[in-house]
């Protein structure tokens, strides 16, 4: 057996302001997405599929969700001579004696696990964001060109490319990618719509002065400080389009929205034809019964994983395993976390509820109309009691654990309960 030429490494340690309180006590890459999985499944289900079985996960914020899901790495079929997926979490040492300052940061205190493996291409990741890619036609383009540096962009709407690290691209091959000729990290007016998707391979020689100026510099991004020194110092750096589906999901409405993607008859992302893999033995996934539907049951146009019970009406969600809708309830446009319990006559509309919630009789969360485009998620933190007959207004945010005592009838559209 070949030993392999790629490390990949994934920046997963991260929490994101803007999911909340899904990532109150999880990273982002840790949020369990479509009813099954998590969101780093993607990465890991990528580099699977790519042929690439040498894998570090860069850790920091709250890890021990994340650690607990990758297991061993078997789920991915990362466990042999050559496979393996590495936990690299921060370490007091000699010199290095603080938490990752920021991804480039990261990747620099662990470049002696770099070293040892001496890799001939690093491909450095972002762990929260959902698409399907063969890396291997990344790096081939990367080889082809001889680049220093290839980053892969795909294009998004030119008003929200402000969000991003955007690049201008030269005609070298129109279809597959080109130099890049300048980048800008979250520019205030952009003038391109190509934006970075986190996905970046390097000659590692490259990748070692790079990071070594910047450590130099104090200063701990790729996009906004490394990308730019080494376009300043006429380094070859690349740019390969991407031209499938990339869901950021940075913000709750964007979450969602990936989450409804999953549905419909030809759905956008399709888990099946993604080849998509998850760790089936957390939270004891495999070992649930399958679903019970009772005599009243209506379920249309969603997902429902075993161990679900389904008493009452779930239109257009996805159920983690372990839910249960009681009779007389409906839960419409939603995402319920695993071992959520509805109650009888309840009604959830466009509400994302983390684990372990309970909802009494007759509770309302979510506009009392209907359901559109510009409606606000209604978003439950994880392990609480909703008393029966509450009404939780459009768009309010309930924090993890809220005492029972401090409860009101009526929550309010866009309130925060604490």
Known sequence: MLKPSTLAMIL????????????????????????????????????????????????????????????????????????????????????????????????????????????????????????????????????????????????????????????????EDAQLGGRVTAYWEKPAAPQTDWASMTVLCFKPKVLYRALAHNHAGASYHFGKDIIPWLLAENYRVYGYKFSGYWGYTRTINEYWQSNMDMLGDTPTIDLEKWLFRTNLEHRHIRDNQPVLMGEEAVIHNSLVYNGCKIGGTVRNSILFP??????????????????????????????????????????????????????????????????????????ATIYPQVAAETWPARVAAGEVLR
């Open 12 to 171: 997963a340690g991260g929490r994101v302001d803007e999911l909340d309180v899904l990532t109150y006590y999880r990273p982002k890459s840790a949020v369990p997405f479509g009813g099954v999985g998590r969101v780093i499944d993607f990465s890991l289900s990528n580099l699977m599929n790519s042929g690439i079985e040498q894998i570090a996960l860069l850790s920091q914020y709250r890890s021990y969700s994340l650690i607990n899901h990758i297991g061993t790495g078997a789920a991915w079929d990362m466990t042999g001579r050559y496979r393996h997926v590495s936990i690299l979490p921060p370490f007091l040492g000699t010199e290095d004696a603080d938490w990752y300052q920021g991804p480039a940061d990261a990747v620099y205190k662990n470049l002696d696990y770099i070293h040892y493996h001496d890799p001939e291409e690093i491909l450095i990741l972002s762990g929260d964001h959902i698409y399907k890619m063969d890396y291997q036609e990344l790096i081939a383009y990367h080889t082809a060109k001889d680049a220093d540096l290839t980053v892969a962009f795909t294009r998004v709407p030119l008003a929200e490319a402000h969000r991003f690290g955007v690049a201008s691209l030269d005609e």
């Open 322 to 395: 372990g839910v249960t809708v009681k009779k007389g309830a409906v839960v419409e446009n939603s995402i319920l976390f695993f071992s959520n319990v509805v109650g009888e006559n309840c009604r959830l509309q466009k509400v994302v509820s983390d684990v372990n919630n309970t909802f009494g009789e007759h509770v309302r969360l979510g506009p009392e109309g209907g359901c559109g485009p510009e409606t606000a998620v209604t978003l439950i933190g994880w392990n609480n009691f909703i008393p029966a007959r509450t009404v939780v207004g459009e768009g």
